[in-house]
């Protein structure tokens, strides 16, 4: 899409951190310090450029709450970082034919649904925090999530 020709797409960093290190798993409280402070710095790389990221600093919060503690920043500091978080939601909200699991998202429906209720609280206090739920028609999904970049964006991008 042209309109976003000048954001960076940053990669997703927590599936390329558990492939390249799997035994994360047994430790999720390294885990997510480390993801913390690997997404901190590839923002930071960017300086002022605009991005579009699978995640935020805040996610820690919905997996593991003392990453703030440990990184000793606080929820306020995080939520500056953005100005804008659109969480899209989970697949597994439609039901098992919908949701993929494979061997990094290896969470049930019940608890990745869990888990998008989580990131949805760690998040919803942020100002410029938007929900777009799944949808069977993934067209649907993703008009909407243009929809919702056009209201927080508005002329910053020519949308013809």
Avoid: C
């Avoid at 929820?75 to 899209?88: F, I, K, N, S």
């Avoid at 209720?117 to 069977?136: N, Q």
């Amino acid at each position: 899409m042209p309109q976003f020709a000048d954001f960076v797409f940053l990669e997703e960093l927590a599936r390329r951190m558990l492939r390249a290190n799997p035994t994360y798993r047994d430790n999720w409280a390294d885990f997510h310090v480390d993801l913390y402070n690997q997404q901190v710095a590839r923002e930071e790389e960017l300086s002022d450029r605009s991005f579009i990221s699978d995640r935020g600093t805040v996610d820690t919060l919905a997996f593991h709450p003392e990453t703030l503690n440990l990184v000793n920043t606080d929820l306020e500091a995080e939520y500056r970082r953005y100005d804008t978080v659109m969480q899209l939601g989970t697949t597994a909200s439609l039901g098992p034919q919908y949701y993929i699991r494979d061997e990094i998202r290896r969470e049930p429906i019940e608890e990745a649904l869990v888990i998008e209720e989580a990131l949805r609280k760690a998040w919803i206090s942020h100002p410029g925090y938007m929900f777009v739920a799944a949808d069977r028609d993934f067209e649907a999904k993703y008009v909407a999530l243009l929809h919702g970049l056009q209201k927080v964006l508005g002329d910053r991008i020519d949308w013809t």
